[in-house]
């Protein structure tokens, strides 16, 4: 699998970076806003299960908040 999959089923225009550490799969979901991801929500996966176990709706809410103008990303360079 890739370390980035462009679009979550039922996920609203949300991606995923993936990575595994400590022999688990992390998984950081976000979405492009031109070149930049904003990521909105951090959690684990395995065998389809995400952890939080809401963690999608979560993030379709959080994106959802950017996408009205309710919260405004804060720009992080590595």
Do not use: N
Not at 29 to 39: E, K, P
């Amino acid at each position: 699998m890739p370390e980035y999959r462009p679009s979550l089923r039922g996920g609203g225009g949300l991606g995923e970076l993936r990575w595994e550490s400590s022999k688990k799969q992390h998984r950081l979901i976000g979405f492009f806003r031109g070149d930049a991801f904003i990521a909105v929500l951090g959690c684990t996966h395995k065998q389809q299960i995400y952890k939080p176990p809401d963690s999608l709706e979560t993030a379709k809410r959080r994106k959802q908040e950017i996408d009205r103008g309710e919260v405004i990303p804060v720009e992080y360079d590595f």
